[in-house]
């Protein structure tokens, strides 16, 4: 297995986030995500709670699932309202390498949890929010336990997408709080140790910007999975390509803003 996860280096990484992906064909798709080179598969694991959706999306056997299907690295961000130690642990179980926490809703166990999962469980170990938290409390999370910080722009999933586009809404105050994140992580000395991630927006015209403000991974899944006429196909080279378009977009920004160990000095 490919370690990368918390490992910064001079070219931006692909998560694979699977929301838009066909269930049916689902490891089929990921055969495909992984033969067009993302890095990651990152699922959004739900309790229904967190995020009221009725019924939830992504869980553990999806994860299951894509186990079966790859040798990559998979991310569980949880969207639950503080998830337990036993969470954790089955998470494991099931093959998760990296388990990223909810900022709004761990509260105190936050700092518990990231310590858990690294010395018990010895895993990788990360912390998110949505835009509308204040990037203040990510601060005490420049930490050397904590392997990457993920920003997740608004999305009114209310609203039925347009074919092809992303129900993600990008706001200046995300562009903001990406590049307040970055000076943080630099402040605290972990610009090569932890990673920054923008979760929801992007697309291979906006990437650059996001490079530019110290982004070191890209959360991508309707660019990846969707087309003008909806969900891509495994088989017919439609989800390499797509994979391989974002790719080139951010290696073309990598190229030019960033070393090995962060982004270039200006």
């Known amino acids: 297995m490919v370690d990368t996860i918390g490992k910064v280096s001079q070219k931006c990484k692909i998560a694979a986030g699977l929301f838009w992906a066909d269930y049916s064909v689902l490891g089929a798709q990921v055969k495909d995500l992984e033969e067009g080179g993302v890095d990651w598969f990152h699922i959004e694991v739900r ?90 409390a990510f601060e005490q999370y420049i930490h050397e336990y904590v392997d990457i910080i993920e920003f997740e722009c608004r999305a009114p999933f209310w609203v039925k997408p347009k074919a092809g586009a992303s129900p993600h809404k990008l706001d200046q105050i995300v562009y903001d709080s990406v590049g307040t994140l970055h000076q943080m992580i630099v402040e605290g000395g972990m610009e090569d140790r932890i990673e920054l991630m923008e979760d929801g927006g992007l697309n291979a015209k906006n990437v650059g910007d996001f490079v530019e403000l110290g982004m070191t991974v890209g959360e991508f899944s309707s660019p990846l999975l969707k087309g003008p006429n909806g969900k891509l196909e495994p088989g017919t080279g439609d989800i390499p390509a797509a994979v391989q378009k974002l790719r080139a977009s951010l290696d073309e920004a990598s190229a030019q803003l960033r070393g090995e160990s962060g982004l270039n000095k200006t």
Do not use: H
Request: charged share 25%; aromatic share 8%; net charge negative.
């Open 47 to 136: 309790d229904g709670k967190y995020m009221d959706f009725g019924m939830p999306r992504g869980g553990f056997d999806i994860i299951e699932g894509v186990r079966k299907s790859t040798d990559l690295e998979i991310e569980a961000q949880l969207q639950m309202i503080r998830p337990s130690f036993d969470v954790f642990q089955q998470l494991k179980d099931i093959g998760v390498n990296l388990i990223t926490l909810p900022l709004e809703t761990m509260d105190e166990l936050t700092m518990q949890a990231i310590t858990f999962i690294k010395e018990k469980l010895e895993l990788k170990a990360g912390v998110w929010a949505w835009q509308g938290c204040p990037v203040t």
